[in-house]
């Protein structure tokens, strides 16, 4: 693989991964303030949301061998 190739990946990855943060974040942010509209979901998306932003920073802390 060349490393012109290699670098597009590592990029592409990182930017997704960027992504994957902001939307977790985002998401995590607006679970927690509207909680008495979610009920007893509030844990359940609350879960989810945290797990797309762990996804994203570890896309963006990965190195490409």
């Known amino acids: 693989m060349s490393g012109k190739s290699r670098f597009g990946l ?3 990855e990182k ?3 960027l992504i994957l943060l902001i939307v977790g974040a985002v998401s995590a942010y607006f679970t ?3 909680s008495d509209a979610l009920g ?3 844990g359940f998306f609350g879960v989810l949301s945290l797990i797309l932003a762990a ?3 570890i896309m963006i802390i990965a ?3």
Do not use: N, R, V
């Open 10 to 12: 590592s990029a592409a």
């Open 15 to 17: 930017f997704f991964g």
């Open 32 to 34: 927690f303030t509207s």
């Open 40 to 42: 007893p979901y509030t």
């Open 55 to 57: 996804l994203g920073f």
């Open 63 to 65: 190195k490409i061998e």
